[in-house]
């Protein structure tokens, strides 16, 4: 039980260490990383590949045995391999060429671990990283403006990294940086006070959806001929005063927003908690008088500005003696560094603000709040690219600018929802299903569908929304691996066997080549996790993922189940399969589906 609850090592990290041995031991004295990957050539199940830049540190060695400047390439290769330290997990190791030496783990070794995951459950392969705690600051729309296809982007990715993180062990303050704060606040304040001379009484409802209310005031503004302007103007300095009337009418805005981004997160099952930018405001002046005192602040202008080397200049207070996002920016990160001791702050926007990032890091690193680059606390930009419409443009309904986050969802939902009646009717099964269970089941399916079809890219590039690809049943989508999780729920079922007592009496043992292929990937569930946390690129899971269920289905395929005489050993399978993808799910913030 030890080993279950301080966790386990992965494979790969079990066996870098074995690399790691042997490179000491082959050229002592020189420090080198064990490369070691999954094996391509299929002689083995992992490679390591640092015989072609340790051939050459050998030509140099003092050794006698390697001192012959003709030494044949294959040599170190023997020599890594003769000198890996005995282990449990490995099977055998053999010379590929010149350049790698192939690992195969030894399959009880496989199948113990997958046993002792069964038993003690899958977090006893949470990865071990090094920090305790971490803000993700995700989501972050802003007050009144649209709620857009972004922030949707910014708030599954979030979730899911804050998800990884969290299986890690390690505290996670999920952060929503809500725009609360800022010039378009006058304007609207000054809009509410004419539309709604009544306002204080006025119920929610009545002042209605923001975003309207957000382009009537902007074009009010934008006219010149009226003074509406100059009277928000005079707002914004009101309510940084502090005025009584205009803080009142701030923050019912805000709730009103507030209110609407609620509803989506709870749809998408996403807990964030709010610290606005207007929780910050108090921390900007002590903030930027440190930074004065050790001399970042320059004066531009009739501006403060912190030079950044090779880029241009982070504004931190404006001409015009108010604050911005910059200021708002250091003083959040300030206050993570120092009130939150946050290990790891991440931010999650697209990618369109990898340069204030850069800049906002600089200067701390400059203010010596951040240490060197490979020591803790740490910051880091995880941008993503655009959602694209079919026509190649960025992502747009036919009617509004914007695509509402919740009419998305429902699109989805109600076309998952027409697809799987049609197929319980073609087959026969419509009237075993309930309306309530339909609805739950299309519920999962749709939103699991929309969060997948963006999580499977590589986050740093543009994706392009379709329902079409994203709701089809075949390929890399979430629909396919929801009908794959539950056709192994089914066939666990059909057996009729006590899981839980066959987990503790029964062993797995592998036969046949497609069955120990499963059990190899089932347990490289933990180094992929390791690494998308590394990363902090959730499309390793999303690969992760439909790789294993394309490993079951070869294993399906080849191997009968239930009534077999491995039956036992291969429901075990099953059910380790089945683990491992809900698991995967729940860091994609994917409803798994039982019964499809
Ligand atoms: N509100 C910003 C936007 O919509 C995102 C904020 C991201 N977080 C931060 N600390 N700057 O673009």
Redesign the pocket.
């Known amino acids: 039980l030890a080993a279950a609850e301080h966790g386990l090592e992965s494979v790969k990290r079990k066996l870098c260490r074995l690399v790691a041995s042997s490179l000491s031991a082959t050229v002592p004295g020189l420090d080198v990383e064990p490369m070691l990957e999954e094996s391509k050539a299929g002689f083995g199940d992992y490679q390591c590949n640092n015989a072609m830049s340790l051939f050459s540190s050998l030509r140099g060695s003092s050794d006698a045995n390697f001192q012959n400047p003709k030494l044949p390439k294959p040599q170190s290769n023997w020599a890594i391999l003769n000198n890996l330290p005995p282990s449990d997990i490995v099977e055998s190791t053999s010379v590929a060429g010149p350049g790698y030496v192939n690992i195969v783990i030894s399959s009880d070794w496989i199948a113990q671990r997958i046993q002792h995951m069964l038993i003690y459950g899958i977090k006893t392969w949470a990865p071990t990283l090094p920090i305790k705690r971490a803000v993700v600051?995700?989501s972050?729309?802003?007050i009144a403006?649209e709620m857009h296809v972004?922030?949707l982007r910014?708030t599954i990715i979030g979730d899911t990294v804050a998800r990884m993180f969290e299986f890690a062990n390690i505290e996670v303050l999920r952060r929503n940086?809500?725009?609360d704060w800022g010039t378009q606040f006058g304007m609207l304040i000054e809009f509410l006070f004419e539309q709604f001379p009544n306002w204080e009484e006025v119920g929610n409802q009545a002042i209605g959806d923001l975003q309207s209310f957000y382009k009537a005031s902007k074009e009010k503004f934008d006219n010149k001929e009226s003074d509406f302007k100059v009277k928000a103007q005079q707002a914004v300095v009101r309510l940084q005063q502090g005025e009584e009337r205009y803080r009142a009418a701030w923050k019912k805005i805000c709730e009103i927003s507030r209110n609407e981004f609620e509803s989506v997160y709870k749809r998408l099952g996403v807990e964030l908690e709010e610290k606005g930018?207007s929780f910050y405001n108090p921390y900007i002046l002590p903030v930027l008088e440190e930074l004065t005192k050790k001399g970042l602040v320059t004066e531009d202008k009739g501006a403060q500005i912190i030079l950044i080397e090779g880029q241009s200049a982070l504004i931190v207070v404006k001409k015009d003696g108010g604050f911005n996002?910059a200021s708002?920016?250091l003083a959040?990160l300030w206050y993570r560094l120092n009130v939150e001791k946050a290990e790891l702050i991440v931010?999650?926007?697209?990618v369109g603000?990898k340069l204030?990032?850069h800049k906002l890091f600089s200067a701390a690193s400059m203010a010596g709040w951040l240490p060197d680059q490979n020591e803790y606390p740490k910051t880091s930009h995880v941008g993503f690219g655009l959602v694209l419409g079919l026509d190649g443009k960025r992502f747009r309904t036919r009617c509004t600018e914007v695509v509402r986050l919740v009419d998305l969802l429902d699109e989805a939902k109600s076309q998952c929802k027409a697809q799987l009646i049609e197929r319980l009717t073609e087959n026969g099964k419509i009237a075993d299903w309930t309306n309530d269970e339909l609805d739950r089941t299309s519920e999962a399916i749709g939103l699991g569908a929309v969060k997948y079809a963006d999580l499977k890219n590589n986050r740093l590039t543009n994706y392009t929304f379709s329902f079409e690809k994203m709701l089809s049943d075949k390929g890399n989508t979430a629909v396919y691996l929801q009908y794959a999780h539950a056709r192994i729920c089914s066939i666990i079922e059909k057996a009729s066997k006590d899981i839980d007592e066959l987990t503790t009496k029964a062993s797995i043992t592998f036969i046949h080549a497609d069955e120990r292929a499963l059990g190899l990937h089932i347990i490289r569930f933990q180094e992929v996790l390791e690494q998308a946390c590394t990363d902090l690129f959730p499309h390793y899971l999303c690969d992760y993922l439909y790789s294993l269920s394309e490993a079951f289905s070869k294993f399906y395929t080849s191997c009968q189940v239930v009534g077999s005489p491995e039956e036992t050993s291969r429901l075990l399978l099953c059910q380790a399969t089945a683990v491992v993808m809900r698991q995967c799910f729940n860091f994609l913030g994917i409803t798994p589906v039982y019964k499809l």
């Open positions: 600051d995700f972050s729309p802003n403006k972004g922030h910014s940086h809500v725009g930018e996002y708002t920016d959040a931010y999650l926007t697209d603000q204030h990032f």
